[in-house]
């Protein structure tokens, strides 16, 4: 079957916009996980869905980011007011069941802040 | 703070030499894994380990867990071309999260 993808694969904006990250984990799959890698760094865990809610989102840097899962499938990372750094590669991983399972990461969006 | 140190940062050998890469903490982690990441895709898992002690062979690769289950190392044997990539560790903490270390990029070259 299909595996994790994610949209838009690259993504360039200005400093200051908004912007939206999509992730389509694989079906059936009721946990979903956003993490964040810079350059030269391992993931960095964001937050952690269990169905439609939230179990953990202890990891999302500050209140400029948020993400949602209304349907218990494809998730939204959103990024108000964009700043350079938030300049990164953002994974989404889903599993299973939860964090016994593996997770299987899709290929990440390449985001740019100009 | 980086909860999970790797070492080596990059490491390049020849072909048919063997290696090991060390992950290491001083927290105690509940499960740790090990991926491979190439470039442009995300992290693809190689093994879990749970039990303190517990090694895992994987063809080629062979997994540790240490005693305290705060460190481990993966040790591959007659190393390919095709095993060029970044390796990363995540340990399981706080029952939700993973924590990455930064990651080993080897590359072997023919």
């Known amino acids: 079957g299909a595996g994790v993808s994610q949209t838009p694969s690259n993504k360039v904006t200005e400093k200051g916009k908004y912007v939206e990250l999509r992730c389509d984990p694989i079906?059936?799959?009721?946990?979903l996980y956003w993490y964040r890698q810079s350059l030269g760094q391992g993931p960095e865990f964001l937050i952690y869905?269990?169905?439609?809610?939230?179990?953990?989102d202890s990891g999302l840097p500050n209140d400029r980011f948020f993400a949602v899962r209304p349907e218990g499938s494809v998730s939204t990372l959103k990024i108000q007011r964009t700043e350079r750094g938030d300049s990164a590669v953002y994974l989404c991983?889903?599993?299973?069941?939860?964090?016994?399972?593996?997770?299987?990461f899709g290929p990440g969006t390449r985001l740019l802040v100009l | 703070t980086q909860l999970l140190e790797q070492s080596p940062q990059f490491l390049s050998i020849q072909e048919g030499e063997n290696l090991t890469v060390y992950c290491n903490s001083s927290s105690v982690f509940s499960s740790l894994q090990w991926y491979r990441q190439e470039p442009g895709e995300g992290p693809v898992l190689l093994v879990t380990v749970v039990t303190g002690g517990e090694v895992k062979k994987l063809k080629r690769l062979t997994f540790q867990f240490g005693d305290a289950r705060k460190d481990s190392s993966l040790h591959i044997t007659a190393a390919q071309p095709g095993d060029t990539g970044l390796y990363l560790c995540a340990g399981r903490y706080n029952f939700n999260k993973f924590y990455f270390g930064s990651g080993t990029k080897l590359n072997v070259k023919p």
């Open positions: 869905f269990q169905g439609t809610g939230a179990a953990d």
């Open positions: 991983a889903s599993s299973l069941m939860g964090v016994e399972e593996t997770q299987y």
């Open positions: 079906s059936g799959h009721t946990a």
